[in-house]
């Protein structure tokens, strides 16, 4: 199992940038593929991007494809989302999450290791 805390959330206007950081613990942090998701109040979660553990297969949301950037540092047990080009729909609680199982890489219930989720508001 994985603990995973996330960091970097916070207020932007329409244009700007922010970088998410989630700290993982455990010692076999480089077997679990990471994602990024997203939710708003009464919305399933969305899927924003997902590396895996060698950091070969990457992939994103469509809405978030050429502005945001997920990357991962495997001696620190980090992983990252760098977002640019932020619009006020990108507002919501981003969620960090890990997996070692298989099944499709942007759907969340694949995923069995959850952070609390860190705070993303874009203003107009």
């Known amino acids: 199992q994985l603990q995973l805390a996330e960091s970097g959330g916070g207020s932007v206007q329409a244009g700007g940038s922010l970088r998410l950081s989630c700290a993982a613990s455990?010692?076999?942090?480089?077997?679990?593929?990471m994602g990024w998701f997203r939710q708003t109040p009464g919305k399933e979660r969305e899927f924003v991007a997902t590396?895996?553990?060698?950091?070969?297969?990457?992939a994103y949301g469509d809405s978030v494809k050429g502005r945001f950037t997920i990357s991962r540092d495997n001696a620190k047990n980090t992983v990252t989302l760098q977002m640019n080009s932020l619009q006020p729909e990108d507002t919501g609680v981003y969620y960090c999450?890990?997996?070692?199982?298989?099944?499709?890489?942007?759907?969340?219930?694949?995923?069995?290791?959850w952070g609390q989720g860190t705070q993303v508001t874009v203003s107009s």
């Open positions: 590396i895996s553990g060698g950091s070969v297969s990457i």
């Open positions: 999450a890990g997996r070692t199982s298989g099944g499709s890489i942007n759907e969340a219930g694949a995923y069995d290791n």
């Open positions: 455990g010692r076999t942090f480089s077997s679990y593929r």
